[in-house]
């Protein structure tokens, strides 16, 4: 049976690893298949893909691109995506871009409140180039010493309900749809379970969603059963993944979140079946 991990992050956005280093980890665990996912950055599937054809570990380029649909935060995996495709690409430098702009924002909210970190603080946590992230900016704030611990960072302040949270420019649901479907991948919305909302589904699928990411480290039994159901109900994929960043032991899953080959196998049909018909 192969292993298939299809949700790892890297230092190109905001995990701990090198995408060289990730694709050593996945050798190192026997992981036959993986799927760099980072947010709104192709980057890291670029680097991985020499080593892991070096390894003969099978990388399918992916990304998780956030969005927002009346307020709440989505992050939708795309996967099989040509990334070199110029609508893509234009997305992708436009939310980078904005993650830039939104970490300065948060810099000043935080200022508010007397933690005293700098752009710069941040831009020294994240990899050069690399997309920035709410991650780099409570590390920043932790090695400042304004926090007992890296977690204190989202429950104080920059969690979604947090006073110095700012949302992230973003495209809505339907264009990132089309974009990834326009660049011949498929639209999975990642982890619904943590998203807490699934009433949206429904609208997402009329947007023309493809599937939906069932198996995650941070679903319950009953929620990955919840999504599987849904999947049948609406016709979905279904994927799954560690979402490995790297950044605690708890969250050490690289490897052990597994999704069943014939889940990948669809996944893999579908996009190939709907590039043919392009
Ligand atoms: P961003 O994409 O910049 O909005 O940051 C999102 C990332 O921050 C997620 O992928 C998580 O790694 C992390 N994150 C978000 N909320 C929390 C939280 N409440 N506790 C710990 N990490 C979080
Ligand atoms: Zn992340
Ligand atoms: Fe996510
Ligand atoms: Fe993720």
């Known amino acids: 049976m192969r292993k298939i991990d299809l949700h790892i992050h890297t230092t190109c956005s905001d995990g701990v690893y090198s995408p060289k280093e990730i694709v050593e980890k996945a050798h190192q665990l026997d992981l036959n298949v993986i ?6 950055c192709v980057k890291g599937y670029r680097q991985g893909r020499t080593y892991a054809n070096k390894y003969g570990i099978e990388i399918i380029p992916g990304v ?5 649909y009346n307020d709440y935060e989505l992050h939708i995996l795309g996967y099989f995506i040509n990334v ?7 997305m992708l430098r436009f939310l980078q871009a904005g ?23 941040i831009y020294k946590q994240s990899a050069k180039s690399g ?8 590390n920043a704030m932790l090695e400042g010493g304004y926090i007992g ?19 992230k420019p973003s495209y809505t649901p339907a264009q990132v749809i089309n974009i990834v479907h326009s660049a011949g991948g498929a639209t999975i919305l990642a982890h619904p379970g943590i998203l807490n909302n699934d009433f949206l589904i429904p609208d997402l699928v009329d ?14 039994s009953v929620q990955r059963d919840t999504y599987l159901m849904l999947a049948e109900k609406y016709n979905l994929l279904v994927t799954g993944g560690s979402d490995f960043h790297g950044i605690n032991k708890a969250h050490d899953i690289l490897g052990k979140a597994v999704l069943k080959e014939k889940y990948f196998q669809k996944l893999k049909d579908y996009c190939a079946a709907k ?4």
């Open 35 to 40: 799927a760099i996912t980072d947010h709104d």
């Open 64 to 68: 998780e691109i956030s969005t927002y």
């Open 84 to 90: 070199k495709n110029r609508n893509l690409k234009v």
């Open 99 to 121: 993650r830039y702009k939104r970490a300065e924002k948060i810099v000043k909210n935080l200022n508010k409140f007397g933690i005293r970190i700098n752009i710069k603080d």
């Open 131 to 138: 997309v920035i992230g709410r991650p780099h900016i409570a």
């Open 149 to 167: 611990n890296y977690n204190d960072a989202f429950v104080d302040y920059i969690g979604n309900d947090g006073p110095a949270y700012v949302q």
């Open 207 to 220: 947007m023309g969603l493809d599937g939906l990411e069932a198996f995650h480290p941070f679903h319950s």
């Open 275 to 278: 590039v043919k018909n392009r």
